[in-house]
């Protein structure tokens, strides 16, 4: 069992391998319809070590940015750093962070419905995806640079700065055409 | 790792935990004469840390990570125990080895790292409980000292097992009682200190935590010598208080008392003739340093 990868040019959605560009419309949808669409950028784009980097981090805030306008009140679109993936001690604030290993906690604490990884990496974010679905309702993509994330529900790979700045595009393509849903009170937490 | 490396993206700077900004903004990587001085004024190459309050081990943390000369290229290497409770809150490279096996791993990587950089000072300093470095890891600690390997060993002596609840180590002194070795050590503590003279190591020395200026000293020789010219073994007594039935105030006092001349803790340094050289030379640049920043002082006065 278990799933293939895509290769350069497509990605997966739930396992199954589509062209990109279905995976960017399914991706902007499953934003605009979270209650709490969340980014979560890892210490590859946090940390400007070199000038792609810093590139990938201005491309996120500016997909974050898109996703501030897109939604409809009462959704609440959030940013969360990965910075470190050792455990915190003695306990993360799961407001201001999340943790690969206990990624839940910020998942549950924040309601979240939604998340995409970026700049997070490869080994860390299968261990933070694993988690995250055995362990809560949220879905979860991948803004992979390598080959993309057997275990997120849809996975980009190759990630680059124009891959992120398009899902942008198509989150704003597709603004007022997705119906939130503003009524799962539950959202992220599964228990 | 590069100190200019260091360097948050500058768009999602605002969301990164304070810990990490203070980090860039008021640590002292790349601060030349960086010291235990700097406690209080920087940001600390520790953040919390989950050892006990008032434990002796903390002290020594703090002190080594404001005194290692290169932090920002410094790989430190730990092993089971209390002090793999505070790695992960430590801003400086480390790697957790198996338990006993810290001195393999850091023979590895230092030679590594001298192929991978070979235009860059990379230091590494191993840190690790008596169990791993005179029991479990005996054979590690003693092969890497005959071999010559150019890194710094650093024990944190607590005299026992603390981690687990108090058994038996070869350091711990003869007769005492823990409350899992209730019959009483049978034998003396292991003279490591002497066996690292006879091992090869170039810098020795024996001593409490009492004191941040004297572990800056020992930490600055100790690094220095070993990347110049081989091994170098520091032990300190950073006993657990709560083994030694003392209450979280105390641990300074234990380690006072213990360092008397006439104690087991007594400062003991051994120094081979090529690492006094080097010493000799070091403190003759420092102090050609020091005269020229006084006369230019002067100057500007």
């Known amino acids: 069992m278990g799933i293939c990868l895509p290769n350069p040019g497509e990605a997966h959605i739930n396992g199954v391998i589509v062209p990109e560009e279905k995976a960017y419309e399914e991706a902007a949808k499953q934003f605009l319809m979270a209650k709490v669409p969340t980014i979560f950028p890892g210490p590859l784009v946090l940390w400007a070590w070199n000038e792609k980097a810093a590139k990938k981090a201005t491309a996120v805030r500016h997909l974050y940015n898109t996703l501030k306008e897109c939604v409809q009140p009462g959704q609440t679109p959030m940013l969360i750093p990965m910075p470190d993936y050792r455990p915190k001690y003695p306990k993360i604030n799961p407001e201001v962070e999340i943790n690969p290993n206990h990624p839940n906690l910020t998942i549950w604490h924040n309601k979240i419905d939604c998340c995409m990884f970026i700049g997070v990496h490869c080994h860390q974010a299968n261990l933070a995806l694993k988690i995250i679905r055995g362990g809560t309702s949220c879905y979860t993509i991948a803004m992979c640079a390598q080959a993309g994330h057997e275990d997120a529900m849809l996975s980009f790979r190759d990630a680059s ?4 700045m398009k899902l942008a595009e198509w989150v704003k393509k597709l603004k007022g055409t997705v119906k939130p849903r503003l009524t799962s009170a539950k959202s992220g937490a599964s228990n | ?18 810990d990490y900004q203070d980090l860039v903004k008021s640590a002292t990587y790349g601060k030349e004469d960086r010291g235990w001085k700097d406690i209080g004024n920087s940001k600390e190459l520790i953040e919390q840390h989950s050892l006990c309050a008032g434990c002796p081990e903390s002290m020594a943390f703090r002190y080594i990570l404001a005194s290692l000369p290169n932090p920002e290229d410094t790989v430190m290497v730990g092993s089971t125990g209390c002090t793999s409770l505070v790695f992960p809150m430590v801003a400086v490279h480390n790697i957790h080895s198996l338990f006993g096996n810290q001195n393999a791993i850091a023979s590895g990587l230092k030679r590594a790292l001298s192929v991978r950089f070979p235009g860059r000072t990379k230091d590494v300093v191993v840190l690790a409980g008596d ?3 005179v029991d479990i890891g005996l054979d590690m600690t003693l092969q890497a000292w005959f071999r010559q390997e150019k890194f710094t060993t650093i024990c944190f002596d607590n005299e026992l097992y603390a981690n687990t609840g108090g058994q038996e180590s070869g350091l711990m002194q003869k007769g005492f009682v823990a409350k899992m070795a209730p019959v009483g050590k049978l034998f003396d503590k292991v003279r490591l200190p002497e066996i690292a003279r006879e091992s090869g190591c170039h810098y020795v020395v024996q001593c409490t935590v009492s004191k941040p200026s004297l572990i800056e000293k020992v930490i600055k020789n100790a690094v220095m010598i070993a990347r110049e010219i081989g091994p170098t073994y520091l032990q300190l007594y950073t006993p657990c208080i709560l083994e030694i039935g003392k209450n979280s105030m105390e641990g300074l006092q234990e380690m006072r008392d213990s360092e008397k001349p006439t104690e087991r803790f007594a400062y003991k340094e051994y120094i081979s003739e090529p690492a006094k050289q080097l010493l000799a030379e070091m403190a003759a640049k420092d102090k050609e340093k020091k005269a020229a920043a ?6 500007g006065a």
């Open chain 2, 131 to 133: 169990g791993a470095t």
């Open chain 2, 1 to 18: 790792m590069s100190k200019e490396r260091i360097k948050i993206s500058e768009d999602l700077y605002d969301i990164m935990p304070s």
């Open chain 2, 294 to 299: 006084k006369q230019l002082a002067a100057q």
């Open chain 1, 161 to 164: 700065v124009e891959k992120i």
